[in-house]
């Protein structure tokens, strides 16, 4: 009797684990097969001098999607994507900028690249080194990678001065503050950034331009009140108008931030897609990439970029706070 109630205890247990293992995550995703070789969108992050990939989204044919795969497929992903030697090729403002070739997995023999403590199920991280042309030089890197080759637009000759690019930010500003009853002297002590980038989107330069408060999410104590504005614009009928609007204000701690990433066309279809960073106050952030359609951005996808894949965790060990500047 003994032994068959310990078999049985040992199937259950048996049973549990293979469940387990066969449990897509993140929860809710759609499943992939990575044996095919899609072609998968990276995030580079971190020192320069020891720099990190994480695997955010795959694109399959025209299609972005998040990664689902069970603990065996993210482990299959490590090996067939960040074996040594791999190379990945990067880009920066809508432009291939250089590669990452892999100098290490996430699993080997000698452990994990990286532990966080709790955590039973993560995404993989590879390190990497870095070969990069046409971008700044600095301290840290935040760059887009993809394990095969896109397809980008031809750059754009188009040229804003700086003063018409800023008077386009903060007159967006003013009319998204007046539609929503903000203060001009609420948006004045924001921190205020336009840039102008080429996306394909309408035929000329599209305007990006936030104003944030300069103690967005962990930066700031958690308390009181906050507020972030960004809106992306573009010239449509001669006009320039908002295609994109995130206006949140509230408690700091359960308003969203938003900032520019980058652009880069990963489906191929000649316009860039836009990817934005969102973050709360003590939350994992997430990568928000937004496609234009009908005449507006919209809201693609949305991936968390924690690396821990417990679903009672909620994710965690991410890249921590964003920072408001694009």
């Known amino acids: 009797m003994l032994g068959i109630l310990a078999f049985t205890a040992g199937c259950d247990k048996d049973k549990a684990l293979r469940d387990a293992q066969n449990l897509v995550r993140p929860v809710g995703t759609r499943a992939i097969d990575v044996g095919h070789h899609p072609k998968l969108l990276f995030e580079v992050f971190g020192d320069r001098a020891d720099p990190r990939v994480l695997p955010v989204a795959a694109i399959l044919d025209s299609e972005i999607v998040a990664i689902g795969l069970n603990d065996h497929g993210w482990r299959r992903l490590d090996s067939l994507y960040f074996a040594p030697g791999t190379a990945l090729t990067l ?39 870095l070969t990069t042309t046409g971008v700044e030089a ?117 308003v969203e931030f938003q900032r520019l990433l980058d652009h880069v066309d990963l489906d191929g279809d000649g316009v860039d897609e836009i990817i934005l960073e969102s973050w709360r106050y ?35 060990g991410g890249k921590g706070g964003g920072r408001g500047g694009n």
């Open 91 to 129: 880009y920066h403002a809508g432009r291939p900028a250089g590669q990452a070739l892999v100098t290490r997995g996430m699993w080997t023999t000698d452990g994990p690249l990286q532990n966080l403590p709790g955590c039973t199920w993560m995404r993989p991280l590879a390190a990497v080194r």
């Open 138 to 254: 600095g301290s840290t890197v935040e760059l887009l990678a993809t394990s095969k080759p896109l397809v980008t637009r031809p750059s754009s000759r188009d040229v804003f001065p700086a003063a018409e690019v800023n008077r386009i930010g903060r007159a967006t500003g003013a009319e998204l503050g007046r539609l929503h009853s903000l203060e001009q002297i609420e948006i004045d002590s924001l921190e205020f950034n336009a840039r102008a980038v080429s996306t394909g989107a309408t035929g000329g330069l599209t305007v990006v331009t936030s104003f944030i408060d300069p103690a967005a999410g962990d930066m700031g104590p958690g308390r009181g009140t906050s507020m972030d504005l960004f809106a992306i614009v573009d010239q449509i009928d001669g006009k320039w108008q908002p295609t994109y609007r995130h206006v949140a204000t509230g408690p700091a701690r359960a």
């Open 282 to 316: 003590a939350a994992e952030n997430q990568l928000v990439i937004l496609r234009f359609k009908a005449g507006q951005w919209h809201e693609a996808l949305r991936v968390p970029l924690g690396w821990c894949l417990d679903e009672k965790r909620g994710g965690g």
